[in-house]
């Protein structure tokens, strides 16, 4: 019953948005499911919710093209950020965003890719896609899977619907007991979860030296480097707030900063610069003149800048987000401060 609610929840969509096609640009198609047919026999389907997702399971997609270089492999993901930080990845690698989960659209789409396996990272509990794709005779897999408490206490006002999607999931992989623990209360049958760590902590140690990043970059040698990544647009007056405090001690600090969503760049150089800082956009060219902070507002370059911090900053902490990748920075050396949100990361926040 909570299936058909949901589907007639999506209905109106389903029938709406096809009357707008010639209206839709070429990417919005995608959202109906129409994306171009990859030409191999066997073909993986990797779905992730953006940026962060997409790198923590870059391992496990590289491996499986190694292992089998004549299977087919696709990306979609639930934002263009994460599309672009795919094409970017894995440029020979078909990539586009996920049809919107209505039953007609996500029909669209598994004709005209035919997976044979479904591999979705972490959190992405679609109901129609996981449904039909397993009724089609595909296998489901969700991987690096995670369940915070929170997130949790959302999904079991529905746990009728999730309990009956989670059952079509044929190995479910999560990165801690207390995962599994949760998703076993939301439905998730045990003998198919396995506990198998964070993905992320299995990426490869960086090797760039320092010197390589800040000429990249174009960053000073001769000043100590704070990094602030995935900052959240309620987190940025705090991050500008405390920069002002650092410089009080120790006037001669370069601080960078990652906005969670890169179109913030702005914001977030007009608050410092209100206190006197001098901002340099990573869009603007790679020239130092004597700035006083970096702002990222380009997809990628996050992972590479910690590689040069002093100290580092992970944002979606200081906000009920439940925190973004510590690995990421700490990979690096760098020491990692962070807020007390850390649901998403309670294993790295230890």
Known sequence: MWHVVYSLLTFPVSISLPLLRPLLNEEFTERLG???????????????????ELSAISGLLSEIRRREPDSGVVISTMTRTGKDRAKRLFPDVPSFLAPLDSSRFVKTALSRIKPSVLVIAETEIWPNLIKL???????????????????LNRYLL??????????????????????????ERLGAENPRI??????????????????SINEEFSLPDERKIVVAGSVRPEEEKEIIEAFEIVREHHPSTYFV???????????????????GMRVRLRSDGNCYSGEDMLILDTIGDLARVY???????????????GGHNLLEPAMWGSPVLFGRYTD???EEAR
């Not at 794709?133 to 997130?151: D, F, K």
């Not at 900063?257 to 206190?275: G, K, T, Y």
Request: glycine residues 6%; positive net charge.
């Open 194 to 211: 396995t506990v198998t760590g964070g993905m992320k902590s299995d990426l490869d140690i960086p090797s760039i030296p320092r010197n």
């Open 133 to 151: 794709t397993a009724e089609s005779g595909t296998q489901v897999v969700m991987v690096n899977a995670r369940l915070s408490a929170r997130s």
């Open 344 to 346: 998403n990361c309670d």
């Open 307 to 321: 590689g040069c911090a002093h100290v580092s900053f992970v944002g979606g902490s200081l906000r009920a987000y």
């Open 257 to 275: 900063v990652a906005p969670r969503h890169v179109q913030r760049a702005q914001n977030i150089a007009s608050l410092a610069e209100e206190r």
């Open 34 to 52: 129409e994306v171009a047919p990859p030409e191999a026999s066997i073909v993986y389907w990797f779905h992730c919710a953006s940026v962060g």
């Open 158 to 183: 529905f746990r009728p619907l999730f309990a009956r999607v989670l059952k079509r999931v044929e190995w479910l992989f999560v990165q801690t007991e207390a995962d599994r623990v949760r998703f």
